[in-house]
């Protein structure tokens, strides 16, 4: 009869624990999450259970492959058969365990703790400024690093000092915690790091990519309490099923292991890991020059820069962005970041009133033409990347009388995309990209938000790209495993992303264009061809479209006024961004969850379509608009002279 092969991704997130399940076609056939409980222990301090974590990863491992399962049997297909796990996490979040008897010394110090504040400052203070460590690791000293979680563990916490000392600790990021319990805990685990998760440690070489025994020193870390840093893509180990990891309600050993929360998938590779913004760079499929943004809470931007290491000298991050294998070079990244972008949206609901669902905000935005000449700068707690000035404070300038609550919201969302634009600006100027970015590929809630990517595209001048499939850090996860296990090949996995310069050559003259890649199978066969069109300094970049897209002849306009054009797996479902999926207990869902999970019921190649929105106005008529917002910009910084010192009374009147 045979088998379905699949991939799994475990994706350990901040505030959840997910498990996908990918088909050769990188079609999501099941998932399950479960939700991570979150302990505050006092203000500004954010810990996690590294027991709960390893408990909701058994949990979500065992109820999705029940769940895919169910769904092959349910269509008449042969049984799953997993061929390997990829792992993708909360970047930071430091894991201090025992050796020997497999447990935490301490709850895990999640990545946006900042507890370590004074102890950066100091540090800082010991070894020449903020930027001592910069030139080796790409980092600057700061609480948001696992170093100084490491620190001030060794420092507090009397269990892990002596663990330390006597050699029996094991210290590591969340992706190190769970390689271990997957193959064998205490029993024998295996303990290792990738290089993204490695690289965010302020304690890895970038150039060598391995720990740097100075910087090492400065943090009083010694290497044998860390792991063996490895590539994103090979077999790290099997997943080992014995008392050691069997944690679950009930389990003890005594049946043997039949009844082992991980028997179904007992010798199944471990064979990828990333961190989980990097996991979307791969899962986006960017490839050197090309950029992703996570358009949540804030931005998060990740332009991969290939082979060059690029030390940034416009307020952005050096990092990794993958390295697919043992004896492939490393791709570098560069990393930016803006504060408000989501945030905004709920800050004009919560706090002024003007909206009554986040949801509502593009279509009170689309009633209106334009701003009004209204600009919005968000600097509610002053701007990050590439400005870096905590001192700014929000302006929102140019009403008159004709002003309405539709041009201050729209306002507020080409205020995100002005700041990515800002971030994305720098990017270039950093990696010298003469002829700008092929695309941006975006990802995220307010990604969801149809105005809001269009006016990014006009505002970037380059497309920007969408998957129907936005749970890019599974994929990522998944991409990087099968290519280790030979699932995929890479050049199977990177022909079958969207082609920016294709997207929008081809659209009709609305601007948004709505259409499926190839899948991996099939893309391959034309990755050669458009290698050709390759420039710049980049190894894969292609020349991004300027100006207003043009009319198409084999696209089809929808009634909606979205044209759609036919990839080589036919026409993308006709949902908005091509989710046909059913969740667990079989009614329709248009997402692509359910209260736990889902499984797909369409053929198509969901996770190979994407929505495209191509600039539709002149570059001349963005740069007008971005140089506004920039006077707009230094009100900003201007404003900085009102704010009030801290021991600044307020005059109560008397």
Same mark, same amino acid.
């Given at each position: 009869m ?49 027991l ?8 979500c491992? !065992? ?30 979040t ?17 990545w ?32 948001y ?22 050699g029996? =600790?094991a ?35 970038l150039?060598?990519?391995?720990w ?10 010694p ?40 028997a ?23 490839r ?32 990794? =962005? ?10 570098? =990244? ?35 033409k ?13 701007l ?116 920016p310069?294709a ?26 061809a ?20 043009? &009319?198409?002849?084999?696209?089809t ?5 979205r044209?759609?054009?036919?990839? &080589? ?9 091509g ?10 869902? !248009?997402?692509g ?9 369409s ?9 495209a929105?191509?600039p539709?106005?002149s ?36």
């Amino acid at each position: 009869m045979g088998f379905t092969d699949c991939i799994a991704a475990l994706d350990q997130g901040t505030q959840s624990t997910r498990v996908f399940l990918f088909d050769k076609d990188c079609n999501p056939l099941a998932s399950h999450q479960v939700d991570l409980p979150q302990i505050y222990p006092q203000a500004g301090w954010c810990e996690h259970d590294p027991l709960e974590i390893w408990r909701t990863v058994l949990e979500c491992l !065992s109820k999705a492959w029940e769940l895919g399962q169910q769904q092959m049997a349910a269509s008449g297909r042969p049984p799953l058969r997993m061929l390997g796990l990829g792992i993708t996490n909360q970047r930071e979040t430091t894991v201090v365990w025992s050796r020997t008897t497999g447990r935490p010394l301490h709850n895990a110090i999640v990545w946006l703790d900042t507890r370590t504040s004074d102890l950066c400052g100091r540090l800082a203070e010991q070894h020449g400024g903020r930027d001592a460590f910069r030139g080796i690791t790409g980092l600057p000293i700061s609480p948001y690093f696992s170093a100084t979680k490491y620190l001030w563990l060794y420092d507090h916490v009397p269990e892990v000092r002596a663990a330390v000392d006597c050699g029996d =600790a094991a210290v590591g990021t969340v992706d190190s915690w769970l390689i271990w319990q997957l193959t064998g805990g205490a029993g024998g685990g295996v303990h290792v790091t990738d290089v993204t998760n490695a690289s965010r440690t302020l304690l890895m070489d970038l150039d060598s990519l391995d720990w740097h025994p100075p910087t090492l020193a400065a943090f009083r870390c010694p290497r044998e309490v860390l792991p063996r840093i490895v590539s994103n893509a090979e077999v790290y180990g099997t997943i080992t099923a014995n008392r050691h990891n069997g944690h679950r309600e009930g389990y003890n050993g005594r049946n043997g292991d039949q009844d082992h929360p991980l028997a179904a998938f007992e010798g199944v590779p471990i064979a990828g890991s990333l961190g989980d913004q990097m996991a979307a760079v791969l899962g986006q499929r960017c490839r050197p020059g090309e950029a992703k943004n996570t358009y949540g809470t804030g931005c998060f931007m990740l332009l991969n820069t290939g082979g060059r290491r690029i030390a940034s000298t416009h307020g952005l991050l050096t990092t990794l =962005a993958f390295k697919l294998g043992p004896g492939q070079p490393a791709n570098y =990244a560069l990393e930016g970041s803006v504060a408000v972008a989501g945030l905004g949206v709920s800050w004009l609901r919560d706090n002024l009133g003007l909206i009554g669902s986040a949801g509502e905000s593009g279509e009170l935005a689309a009633s209106v033409k334009d701003t009004g000449g209204v600009y919005f700068v968000p600097a509610f707690s002053g701007l990050l990347a590439p400005r870096w000035r905590a001192d700014a404070r929000g302006v929102l300038i140019g009403m008159t009388s004709f002003t309405t609550r539709a041009h201050v919201v729209r306002a507020m969302l080409e205020a995100i995309c002005f700041q990515s634009r800002e971030v994305l600006d720098a990017m270039r100027q950093d990696a010298g990209l003469q002829g700008g970015l092929a695309a941006l590929r975006v990802d995220g809630g307010a990604a969801a938000n149809d105005l809001l990517m269009q006016l990014q595209a006009d505002l970037l001048q380059v497309p920007v790209l969408r998957p129907a499939f936005r749970e890019t850090t599974s994929l990522g996860a998944a991409l990087a495993a099968g290519l280790a296990v030979g699932f995929w090949s890479e050049e199977e996995i990177f022909a079958s992303a969207a082609s920016p310069a294709a997207a929008c050559s081809a659209a009709a003259s609305p601007r948004r264009l709505q259409t499926a890649a190839a899948s991996p199978r099939a893309a391959a066969a034309g990755a050669a061809a458009e290698s050709e069109a390759v420039k710049g300094p980049f190894a894969a970049v292609a020349a991004a479209p300027a100006g207003p897209v043009q &009319e198409a002849e084999e696209a089809t306009t929808a009634p909606s006024g979205r044209a759609r054009a036919e990839g &080589e797996n036919g026409d993308c479902p006709a949902s908005t961004d091509g989710n046909n999926v059913s969740n667990n207990n079989g009614s329709s869902s !248009s997402n692509g969850t359910g209260s736990n999970g889902y499984s797909l019921s369409s053929s198509n190649s969901v996770a190979n379509s994407f929505t495209a929105f191509c600039p539709s106005i002149s570059a001349a008529a963005a740069g007008k608009r971005y140089a506004r917002w920039h006077k707009a910009v230094e009100r900003a910084l201007d404003l900085a002279d009102l704010a009030a010192d801290s021991d600044e009374e307020e005059d109560d009147g008397r």
